[in-house]
């Protein structure tokens, strides 16, 4: 059974950065998609970024293009959000999941971690 744990998320000033981690057990992660979405209070939950298995292939949603980035490391099972310049706006639970697609789709994929907050004030 695939177990996604996600870590890194905290409070930071508006203009900083942080840098999330999904750390992934069971299954072959290297097949798959790993994505980033967020949920803030009274929202609906909204794809961040994706990066294929291979890390040929990334997405962003346009509100985070050219702050953050994603990335992955197979041989240790992890998935990075770099997250830079920083908005109050940005706050939010911060999810990880993999899937066998590389897609905005929050549909297709599986698996999902329990979350991790992050806030950034004003």
């Known amino acids: 059974q695939v177990q996604l744990v996600e870590s890194g998320g905290g409070l930071v000033q508006a203009g900083g950065s942080l840098r999330l981690s999904c750390a992934a057990s069971?299954?072959?992660?290297?097949?798959?998609?790993a994505g980033w979405f967020r949920q803030a209070p009274g929202k609906d939950r909204e794809f961040v970024a994706t990066i294929s298995g291979n890390s040929d292939t990334t997405y962003y949603t346009d509100s985070v293009k050219g702050r953050f980035t994603i990335s992955r490391d197979n041989a240790k099972n992890t998935v990075f959000l770099q997250m830079s310049s920083l908005k109050p706006e940005d706050t939010a639970v911060y999810y990880c999941?993999?899937?066998?697609?590389?897609?905005?789709?929050?549909?297709?994929?599986?698996?999902w971690g329990q979350g991790t907050q992050v806030t950034v004030s004003s």
């Open positions: 999941a993999t899937g066998r697609v590389t897609t905005r789709n929050a549909y297709y994929y599986s698996h």
């Open positions: 069971g299954g072959t992660f290297s097949n798959d998609a």
